[in-house]
């Protein structure tokens, strides 16, 4: 017996489709890692979840494992193409990349300016910009371009990576990376707010720079790919 059977009135819908989960499956959480695991194929992605006409919020899909299915008439998840939702997302982090070199300025000038409190609260602030710009690299690497190894390189030609050719910098080693929080840890750490000036001007700007030139070009590489697909 499936549990839209033992539910009574539960329905499941994916994509305007209705579908039968499992005896195992009792919550939407379940619903949820069910689907993902077994049901849509890896170049989809699950971009909504809706209870009884009702979006459910990010924070409201990490307590979905308190949504028991059978107290719900009608569940709703919807998807879309994985690059159709990087490319979304890039899209964005044009405007954060913008707000980040500010931010970076400006939190450079304050520190310049002896206004500790300012520039340090600036630059937590363009911190945490850097590590959502990297996240969201990161799970593009890991779900797009791992599967399609010539969009982490310049240029518009296709082909397979090699020694020779340079990879955008959004898709660098991050151990390069690693090296430089290294040095802002220590420069805070030890409070020498001239060495993390220094650091902001002559490594973090540029490194925001080159993502912000890059990126145009990573969007349209991606555009094509999802032409192609």
Do not use: C
């Amino acid at each position: 017996m499936s549990l839209r059977e033992e539910g009574g009135n539960s329905r499941v819908l994916l994509d305007g489709r209705e579908i039968v989960v499992p005896d195992h499956v009792k919550t939407v959480q379940d619903v949820i890692v069910y689907v993902q695991a077994k049901v849509i194929p890896t170049t989809r992605v699950l971009t909504d979840i809706i209870v009884d006409g009702r979006y459910l919020s990010a924070d409201e899909e990490q307590q979905s494992y308190k949504l028991i299915l059978r107290d719900i008439a009608l569940l709703e998840l919807r998807t879309r193409k994985t690059l159709e939702v990087a490319i979304d997302a890039l899209y964005e982090a044009n405007d954060l990349l913008r707000s980040l070199k500010r931010d970076l300025i400006s939190s450079a000038t304050s520190l310049t300016n002896n206004s500790i409190s300012a520039g340090l609260e600036t630059f937590h602030n363009a911190m945490h910009s850097i590590d959502s710009y990297l996240t969201l690299m990161g799970t593009i690497e890991a779900s797009i371009i791992t599967e399609r190894p010539w969009l982490r390189i310049r240029g518009k030609e296709h082909g397979l990576p090699d020694d020779t050719r340079q990879h955008y910098v959004s898709f660098a080693d991050p151990e390069s990376l690693k090296k430089k929080f290294a040095l802002i840890e220590k420069a805070h750490k030890d409070q020498d707010f001239p060495q993390l000036t220094k650091i902001i001007n002559n490594e973090l700007v540029p490194l925001v720079e080159d993502w912000a030139t890059e990126l145009p070009e990573i969007i349209d590489k991606m555009r094509a790919e999802q032409h192609e697909a």
